[in-house]
């Protein structure tokens, strides 16, 4: 199953920083179960929140040079509060280092000025043909479904 965790994109500094957020609704269909008399997000999926808006920025910082992009790494997470209906959690993240596939970030999500959470991230970047050369319609399938996405995030 697949949560997309980012509403909009609200700025993009190619190759820095990216600000995005996320608007919590009761109709959240994890919420039902998470906690059914206290409906809070869940820690993961505020962390995944942060990794997606991260991805957004790495994808647009390389015009999609590379179909997947995903979490290896999540280090010196610390959660501060609660993300409840009705509030809205403000994400941004920055590029500290490109290493290879490997790109280092840090990221943060708020709620009304408040810290939520913080976390550094190591995102891998990679094409599904690199190791298999069969796979290079399915890299253009998933960045082509990417860039569509990204047309309702972001209206700059």
């Excluded at 610390?78 to 990221?107: C, H, M, W």
């Amino acid at each position: 199953m697949y949560f997309s965790l980012i509403d909009k994109i609200d700025s993009l500094e190619h190759n820095k920083r990216i600000v995005a957020t996320k608007s919590l609704s009761l109709a959240e269909e994890y919420l039902q179960d998470h906690f059914p008399n206290f409906p809070v997000m869940p820690g993961v999926l505020m962390l995944e929140a942060l990794t997606q808006a991260s991805a957004w920025l790495i994808r647009v910082s390389e015009d999609f040079a590379h179909s997947v992009v995903v979490l290896k790494e999540a280090r010196n997470v610390k959660y501060a509060r609660f993300v409840q209906p009705g509030q809205t959690l403000l994400i941004t993240s920055e590029i500290v280092q490109e290493d290879g596939n490997l790109i280092t970030l840090k990221a943060e999500g708020s709620v009304e000025g408040q810290n939520n959470l913080k976390a550094r991230l190591i995102l891998c970047r990679y094409n599904l043909s690199d190791t298999d050369s069969t796979q290079a319609l399915a890299d253009e399938k998933i960045v082509a479904e990417m860039r569509q996405r990204l047309k309702n995030l972001y209206r700059h």
